[in-house]
């Protein structure tokens, strides 16, 4: 599972607090020449992207660590966590993501991609990719089912059934024309909150599918209405998500991404507005606009709730 995050409540008492150093510390004068020689030493043939914004990440930094008086110490364990998420990295879990999940980063950044990639007010949101997609999920016809292995054996077998839901909509441009062969991939957790990855007792590739929209536009599928979940705990930035006194809960979401020729990829979820921590998201990816409304559904089996939602995306 990779080294955890070192004690920092310990080495945050050291060096700051020692010996009655605070208010010493708090008065010292830093060499003012530093940061600006550290921009400078950036070289003419540079990266021009990272010629850019480099001073200006440098000068953050920098003004961050003189803020706090940030401690050998205290450095050195952020480092130690940072590489603790890489070594529990995978193509099955991405730990540094989640990390920078729990601190709203994903969730800012996206919006800023997001915002300057717009060509019209009219786009669906996007949001954040999260940490367990996976490539390549099964393709398959529209009107079938994302849900495998589902028998009265399964834990959440009558949660699965009081929850089954029919998705459907259309994906459309940015003025209501449909737009044909749009490849719809979705995926969500089970009832227990665990994407099948993290679960052993799920076949692969349970609750994820792709689908292609018809000449209008339309896809559907069968699903679950989704269940909230705790972020996993288990790592460097769950432990560091205790630290802060957080709760590590996400609202039930639903996860997209819509691609087509010509139009920009759309990335995001869709939260199901009965849940909880709709206004305490623990990675602050919710949108008033991605929050929905499952309706009952009639006279269908296979379904007891419904939901109707069109993605617009933005073209190219």
Request: hydrophobic letters at 35%; glycine letters at 6%.
């Amino acid at each position: 599972m990779g080294q955890m995050i070192p004690d920092l409540s310990l080495r945050m008492a050291t060096e700051a607090r020692a010996n009655g150093q605070k208010q010493k510390k708090q008065q010292v004068q830093y060499d003012p020449y530093f940061t600006e020689k550290v921009i400078a030493a950036t070289g003419p043939s540079a990266h021009p992207r990272l010629a850019q914004v480099m001073p200006s990440l440098v000068r953050h930094l920098h003004d961050f660590a003189r803020e706090v008086n940030l401690t050998v110490a205290e450095w050195t364990a952020a480092v130690d966590m940072i590489n603790a998420c890489g070594r529990m990295s995978d193509d099955r879990r991405n730990e540094t993501q989640l990390l920078c999940d729990i601190i709203g980063l994903e969730s800012l950044v996206d919006e800023i991609t997001s915002k300057m990639l717009a060509t019209s007010t009219t786009e669906t949101p996007s949001a954040i990719l999260g940490p367990f997609y996976r490539n390549d999920a099964p393709l398959k016809p529209n009107g079938t089912s994302i849900v495998q292995g589902l028998t009265p054996e399964v834990e959440w077998y009558e949660k699965a059934l009081e929850d089954s839901a029919y998705v459907t909509g259309r994906v459309v441009t940015a003025a209501g024309a449909p737009i044909k062969g749009a490849i719809v991939d979705v995926w969500h957790t089970a009832p227990n909150g665990l994407y099948e990855q993290q679960d052993e007792s799920q076949p692969d590739m349970n609750f994820r599918g792709r689908f292609e929209t018809d000449s209008e536009g339309r896809y559907a599928f069968y699903a679950l209405r989704p269940a909230s979940y705790p972020i996993p705990d288990d790592g460097p930035a769950g432990q560091f998500l205790k630290m802060l006194d957080r709760h590590p809960n996400r609202p039930g979401h639903i996860h997209f991404i819509v691609s087509a020729p010509n139009f920009r990829t759309l990335t995001t979820q869709l939260y199901d507005d009965r849940d909880q921590y709709i206004e305490n998201d623990s990675v602050f990816a919710v949108k008033d606009e991605l929050v929905v409304h499952f309706t009952p559904r009639e006279g269908d089996p296979e379904a007891r709730w419904s939901l109707k939602y069109d993605f617009v995306l933005g073209s190219m």
